[in-house]
């Protein structure tokens, strides 16, 4: 499936360079790749969301125009990975954890500030994309990239293309229901995989069950002392992440899961959390291979360049 254009192509332009936008939650990264792929220029600057879309959006015209500096005068692509999708019926931005995004006319308002054509994707399948075609996946004919940050999203990849599906939210498999009467989602659906296993839903979980606010970093290191209120917390966590990869696999049956964001940086997602899968998955054995990414935070960005038209 092809990205989603801002607009028509009016000129058939053989690129030599690929610029790539990440737009996270709070950073915006952007790329400069050469014709060989490889890394020139690389930059990051915080997103301040709390100023709203117009701030963010002006913000991405700034780095777009920096990186377009660093092409030595070369063509170039442009893609950007942005959170949530664009609505195939309404064209606005939606279902992005970036709230003030949704609703929004984002391709437009964008082109406008460019004065370029560009593709956007979402940035768990720009994630997907690069582990797919460079990273941890490389090789594999179907790949689903999971992406456990501040949010949860997932991305599909089949024979070097990303598979977006009819109405662009393939993979989106963070928003699917663990239990209906579990915490909300900030979509408005109750016992999202997102409120499970993200970053953010699980120091929510650990407030709500605890009464103690506490980053992910710190129950972490209080589970690997063996604390008796963080180890309870993540089991449970260890049992929800078998849960959500088992439904994954029953669907999809994928070639490989690359694992990203800051929550899959806790080792024992590769232990404890695939011997949680292999429990409840349904099959005689666990096949699947579920592995880290190889790119690091670098994989978002070099996706969105990977997509740029």
Same mark, same amino acid.
């Given at each position: $499936?092809?990205?989603?254009?801002?607009?028509?192509?009016?000129?058939?332009?053989?690129?030599?360079?690929?610029?790539?936008?990440?737009?996270?939650?709070t950073?915006?990264?952007?790329?400069?790749l050469?014709?060989?792929?490889?890394?020139?220029?690389?930059? %990051?600057i915080?997103?301040?969301?709390?100023?709203? *879309?117009?701030? +963010?959006?002006?913000?991405?015209a700034?780095?777009?125009?920096e990186?377009?500096?660093?092409? %030595?005068?070369?063509?170039?692509?442009?893609?950007?990975?942005?959170?949530g999708?664009v609505?195939?019926r309404?064209g606005l931005? %939606?279902?992005?954890?970036?709230?003030?995004?949704?609703?929004?006319p984002f391709?437009?308002?964008?082109?406008?500030?460019?004065?370029?054509?560009?593709?956007?994707?979402?940035?768990?399948? *720009?994630?997907? $994309?690069?582990e797919?075609?460079?990273?941890?996946?490389r090789?594999k004919?179907l790949?689903?990239?999971?992406? $456990?940050?501040?949010?949860c999203?997932?991305g599909?990849?089949?024979?070097?293309?990303?598979?977006?599906?009819?109405?662009?939210?393939g993979?989106?498999?963070?928003?699917s229901?663990?239990?209906?009467?579990?915490?909300? *989602?900030?979509?408005?659906?109750?016992? *999202?995989?997102?409120?499970?296993?993200?970053?953010?839903?699980?120091? %929510?979980?650990?407030l709500?069950?605890?009464?103690e606010?506490?980053g992910?970093?710190?129950?972490?290191?209080?589970?690997?002392k063996?604390?008796?209120?963080a180890?309870?917390?993540?089991?449970?966590?260890?049992?929800?992440?078998?849960?959500a990869m088992?439904?994954?696999?029953? +669907?999809?049956?994928?070639?490989?899961?690359?694992?990203?964001?800051?929550?899959?940086?806790?080792?024992?997602l590769?232990?404890?959390?695939?011997?949680?899968?292999?429990?409840?998955?349904?099959?005689?054995?666990?096949?699947t291979?579920?592995?880290r990414h190889?790119?690091?935070?670098?994989?978002?960005?070099i996706g969105?360049?990977?997509?740029?038209?």
């Amino acid at each position: $499936m092809r990205p989603v254009l801002s607009s028509p192509s009016t000129t058939a332009i053989k690129p030599s360079y690929r610029l790539g936008i990440d737009l996270g939650g709070t950073k915006i990264e952007g790329i400069v790749l050469d014709p060989q792929g490889d890394e020139i220029y690389r930059r %990051r600057i915080a997103t301040e969301q709390e100023k709203g *879309c117009q701030a +963010i959006l002006e913000r991405i015209a700034a780095l777009a125009a920096e990186l377009s500096g660093k092409a %030595r005068g070369f063509p170039t692509t442009l893609g950007i990975g942005t959170p949530g999708s664009v609505s195939k019926r309404t064209g606005l931005l %939606r279902n992005s954890n970036t709230v003030c995004l949704n609703g929004r006319p984002f391709c437009r308002d964008l082109e406008a500030l460019l004065g370029r054509r560009f593709a956007v994707e979402n940035d768990a399948n *720009c994630f997907a $994309m690069a582990e797919a075609m460079f990273g941890a996946g490389r090789g594999k004919r179907l790949v689903f990239g999971v992406i $456990m940050g501040t949010g949860c999203g997932g991305g599909i990849v089949i024979d070097g293309h990303v598979h977006t599906g009819l109405q662009r939210i393939g993979g989106e498999w963070g928003h699917s229901c663990m239990d209906p009467n579990g915490p909300l *989602c900030y979509c408005g659906q109750r016992g *999202c995989v997102e409120t499970f296993i993200s970053g953010g839903g699980l120091e %929510r979980r650990f407030l709500a069950e605890t009464g103690e606010k506490a980053g992910l970093r710190d129950i972490v290191a209080r589970y690997r002392k063996s604390d008796l209120q963080a180890t309870a917390f993540m089991e449970s966590f260890f049992r929800s992440f078998g849960r959500a990869m088992a439904n994954l696999i029953n +669907i999809l049956d994928p070639d490989v899961i690359v694992l990203g964001g800051g929550v899959s940086n806790i080792e024992e997602l590769t232990t404890r959390g695939v011997e949680e899968t292999a429990k409840v998955v349904f099959s005689d054995s666990l096949e699947t291979p579920i592995v880290r990414h190889a790119l690091g935070d670098s994989a978002g960005v070099i996706g969105a360049a990977l997509i740029g038209v």
